[in-house]
């Protein structure tokens, strides 16, 4: 039986793609275990958590990193110059695996160093790209920059945007690690991240794939609205808005353009009795201040049949993101039954067809959102997730993925 | 406004308890906190964690009794008796509060001088009782030992020694010595049998003791439509599910060889085949799973309260085979989500359960008619429902007025 061994920062709400994707393999006769450096307070079978030590190296570098960049320019949001990390190439999980997935390793796990020791395993490595991060020179989103496209230097993200800074060093590390090592697989979950990835990693274009997130279908799925709603105490008939929790800080999720698409819903009276109904937050006053409807906050949501409950209680599910790869509350929202509007972006527009089973709003134009909204209550526009996202579909991929890498790594051997 | 701190070791399983009162206590106005030992991710608001070095002192003290009581007969369950502990009596959230309610504070978040230093502070002081613990030498449950309420706890049928002045004797001691010290100490039993026991136990039968039940809020668990549940769950709708908490085998107060035995009396009808046996807060567990004639499915660790109500709506019975049980939340969880209960008539279960109405009170450590209440509750579609003095509302208000007394007495006294 093939085994697979994933490795990821944390199993919790971000993880949780490594946590499916290991659910799907299991029940398709592959076998695999995560490696993850932060315990979960309820530990999850076939996962290895790192020990105190190891969290504790983790915690030292973030330290320093945030020290080094500690002048950057937060508009560009998350910056990451790995300096410490775990060497876990000497784990059992590991050498027993024939193929080795790397998704989000950042905050101290590993750093490029511990990337190269896993690749002198001479085993494929599949780094799945959650952001532009392997692909940079450190942001983790560039935004309107494509210097990562021929190089990274005068990174704007950083203090003093010399030519030759960190952004160039560790583009630089990184594009040698890549070249150095033919083992080295890319997968990018939206067409965006893939096209991009292709631009930065020229050379080794062959070595890029496709392959959205896995989801399944039969935890999100559409269920009675009405009961949904009665699960939730909300009163029949009224129209629930809902999005997930919105740091207002940071820019790139665009809380400024929902919030103004709100007033503009609001201003023109279209739609009776709204509620907002937000995700992953607590009861926060000041942002139910800001917003021009009633609001529910639904706290933290842990588990999938409750965070199921909620899109299905949802009318229409907004995603004001400005970037963003192949954001899961897409995919789980239209899985439940419930449209998506969001701006024509990233992997958000690989999951949208426009008027079909959500609405794709003009980039940065609040006005537009607040359109999709109107457009998706008023003519209950159904959500449904695109065929090419199944479940079956994606697995095939990683299983002809394996196949392919497996047969470039006895190539290369050979030689 | 009243101000109220609870202390709660952690917010998890048995915490729920003080998390649900405090929840429920800040709905109606109640100023409340929780002082708590163990972190939480929810993001729950009003809580206060005590630092690390609160929580090595845990650890140590854990060890320490774990090495000191290594000899107690386990069939007889736990045995505490705190050495170490914190001084929460010099929290901020303690100095403000005006009544100050120990939930569970044992496994070295309190040892007696922590309970000294609470009480010191002259104000009222209420106890919660989770299980015996209070009211014995040391003991969680006496089971059919009466030594505590008769000549004071001594020669404890827990300890192989049988010495006459042993642990339990000095722990003993130490309890009455610090219940006499002090009149500002108030006790609540969440159920009748142990409201009993408390009143002739030595410790405790001339201090003020209440009986108000645990609270649960019913907008959160509560009944909905049976199919959608099944539905949302991916269970047939013509299967019966039968369900119940996750239990460690080997543990004294859990009943699991029981409910084994009824479930295979069950299996022998020849008309009970499409029967599925649900079990909450486990993962897979083989031991179990191999030992139960039906089909089995684990549902893993669910952290939010509306998944645990959607599983219960989705159960046709659900069975608590405790042998011990102060009160039984899960039984109020299910009866509230319209799911009938079949339990041993013990403990707490008999105050929510009515028999062969709301569902089945088996007679004790009687597996087969532990099987006759499963029967029965299928049989007559019995529909589980909360008896009218558990409702949430009326024992909100039995605490608001508890609040009060106490408040009063403690005046009064310093008059």
Known sequence: MLKVVQLQYSTFSGGSSAIRLQKAFINNGIDSNIVSLITDEYKLENILYLSLRQRLVAKLNCKIESALLKNGNKDFGLFSIPVFGNDVSTLKEIRDADIIYIHWFQNGFLNLTNIRKLAKLNKPIIMVLHD?????????????????????????????????????????????????????????????????AKDSLKEMNNRVFYIPNYIDIALFKPIDKKTAKYILNIKEGTTVISFGAISIDDKRKGWSYLKKAL???????????????????????????????????????????????????????????????????VQESLCCGTPVVGFDVGGVSDMIRHKENGYLARYKDAEDISEGIKYCINNKVKGEVLSSFYPEAIIKKHKDLFAQVRSFNQQNQAR | MVKVCHIQFSMESGGRGALRLQKALRKSNVDSNIVSLRKNDQGLFNVTYLNNFSRLISRLDNRLQGVLTKNVITNLGFFSFPILGSNVAKLEEIKNADVIYIHWALNGLLNFKSFKEIAALKKPVIIFLHDMWAITGGCHHSFTCEKYMKEGCNNCPMFPSQRKHDLSYREFRKKSQLYNNHDNLYFVSPSKWLYDCAKKSLLTKDKPIFYIPNIL??????????????????????EIVISFGAISV???????????????????????????????????????????????????????????????????????????????????????????VVGFDVGGIPDMIRHKENGYLAKYKDAEDLYNGIKFCLQNNIKGYLPEDLNADLTLKKHLQLFDNVLANTKNSTK
């Open chain 1, 132 to 196: 532009m991060w392997a692909i940079t020179g450190g942001c983790h989103y560039s935004f309107f920059c494509d210097h990562y496209k021929v190089g990274c230097n005068n990174c704007q993200a950083l203090a003093n945007n010399k030519k030759n800074g960190l952004a160039a060093a560790f583009f630089e590390k990184k594009h040698k690690l890549y070249s150095r090592f033919d083992n080295i697989f890319f997968i990018s979950p939206s067409k965006w991240l893939y096209n991009c």
């Open chain 2, 217 to 238: 809020d019913q907008t959160l668990f509560k009944p909905f439509d049976k199919l959608v549940a099944k539905q949302i769950l991916s269970i047939d709708k013509d």
């Open chain 1, 263 to 329: 007033e503009i819903l609001k201003a023109g009276n279209d739609l009776d009795d709204v509620l907002i109904l937000i995700f992953g937050s607590n009861y926060d006053a000041n942002l139910e201040k800001t917003l021009p409807f009633k609001a529910k906050f639904m706290g933290y949501l842990s588990d999938e049949y409750s965070i199921s409950v909620v899109y299905n209680a949802s009318d229409v599910f907004i995603v004001p993101s400005l970037a963003d790869n192949q954001p899961t509350t």
């Open chain 2, 250 to 340: 080997g543990s004294p107060y859990k009943g699991w060889p029981y409910l084994q035995k009824a479930l295979e009396l069950l299996f022998r009808e020849n008309d009970r085949k499409n029967v599925l046996v649900l079990i909450f807060g486990s993962n897979y567990n083989k031991a179990i799973a191999e030992s139960i004639p039906f089909k089995t499915r684990f549902m893993g660790y669910l952290k939010d309260e509306y998944s645990a109500a959607l599983i219960y709506n989705a159960v046709d019975v659900f069975i608590a085979p405790s042998l011990a049980e102060a009160f039984g939340y899960v039984v109020m969880e299910a009866l509230c989500c319209g799911t009938p």
